[in-house]
């Protein structure tokens, strides 16, 4: 049975535990406060951006800027060089005495492997995490979001952009290696960091070291609710073919654009054209979609901590006082003790 002294110790070392979860949680409240701020700040932006490119994005051809993926049905400018490459290998039509007689290429030949290496996709997944811990399953949901990606896309082949330490440590434990590695750092994050990350993987994409970019962040809700979000950042996928007008009450309604306002622009003059406002506005919509999965995952990071900081707080309370308690019915039975040996003492003598 402990004594009072290992008691009171122990009372002791969860004040001090608690103070410090105490102070972590009134600094986590004040940077969550002003990363709250910047996300709200950001939203309307990069939603309007969105909305922008995809309404500009109906005014020129899919396939007019290498970073579009074309509509569905067709095929992506890159995937279209790949075919005729694949198309000129494959033979050749030679006519000979007025038949026609389809030969092979030489050194070409056509297993069933290469058809299926022909279809593995590059893929380059950023997966943004926190460079501390104590922030709850903050990580823990992130991390078991990227495991379920790379599970399934097993055939492909994927390299990771690892954007703080808890994720880059645990992806090297686990895989032996991590790929590219990023600290978030401490600060808030900045644009430039934002810009950086978007000229990385817009290069990777233009040379062909990835076919699809994807980004694993965690959306602020509130703070106790975070959200792992999957978001495709790379090819930009423009939206479908708006849906032909139906007649309600007499009246025509076309009901993507009055979901999504695209209309818009039907009554502004663009200047040079559309197609040179639409280059010039990609590689700035990619940075404004990778700077806010940046402020979402701090403010979602600033939320956790500060939960699972409150949470520590308030069982270190319980524990104090369950310690409190059990000091007290030891100390009453010390007491007790010495109470029995005087009074037996007491009793002998007479």
């Known amino acids: 049975m402990p004594t009072l002294s290992d008691i009171k110790r122990r009372i002791n070392s969860v004040k001090n535990t608690q103070q410090i979860t105490r102070a972590m949680k009134m600094v986590s409240a004040a940077k969550l406060r002003r990363a709250q701020d910047d996300i709200v700040s950001t939203r309307p932006y990069a939603d309007k951006i969105k909305t922008l490119v995809g309404s500009l994005s109906g005014m020129v051809s899919p396939d007019s800027n290498p ?54 996709k590059k893929i380059e997944l950023i997966l943004l995490t926190s460079d501390r811990g104590l922030c709850g399953g903050f990580n823990t949901l992130l991390i078991r979001e990227a495991e379920g990606f790379l599970a399934d896309h097993a055939d492909d082949e994927i390299s990771l952009y690892l954007i ?38 817009t290069a990777d994409y233009l040379e062909d070291r990835a076919d699809e970019v994807y980004v694993i962040y965690s959306e602020f809700q509130s703070a106790l609710t975070q959200e792992p979000v999957l978001q495709k950042i790379l090819p930009v996928t423009p939206p479908a073919p708006p849906v032909e007008a139906v007649a309600v009450d007499g009246e025509a309604v076309n009901a993507d ?23 010039s506005l ?32 308030r069982n270190a309370s319980d524990m104090i006082d369950n310690l409190t308690l059990i000091y007290n019915r030891v100390r009453q039975a010390a007491i007790t003790k010495e109470l029995m040996e005087i009074i037996s003492g007491a009793e002998s003598l007479k």
């Open 164 to 201: 703080g330490k808890r994720g880059a440590d645990y992806f090297r434990r686990h895989l032996g290696e991590g790929g590219k590695s990023k600290d978030m750092g401490v600060a808030r994050p900045t644009y430039e960091m934002a810009k950086a990350i978007s000229a990385e993987i």
């Open 282 to 313: 990609l590689p700035k919509y990619i940075e404004v979609q990778v700077f806010r999965s940046l402020l979402e995952s701090s403010a979602s990071e600033h939320g956790a901590r500060m939960t699972s900081m409150d949470s520590a707080s």
């Open 67 to 120: 970073l579009f993926q074309k509509l569905a049905g067709g095929e992506s400018s890159k995937d279209t060089k790949r075919s005729e490459k694949t198309q000129e290998a494959k033979g050749q039509e030679e006519v000979v005495d007025e038949t026609v007689e389809v030969v092979e290429a030489p050194g070409t030949s056509y297993a069933p492997e290469e058809d299926a290496a022909a279809a593995k």
């Open 257 to 279: 654009a009055e979901a999504s306002g695209a209309s818009d622009l039907d009554e502004c003059i663009l200047e040079p054209s559309a197609q040179e406002v639409l280059d």
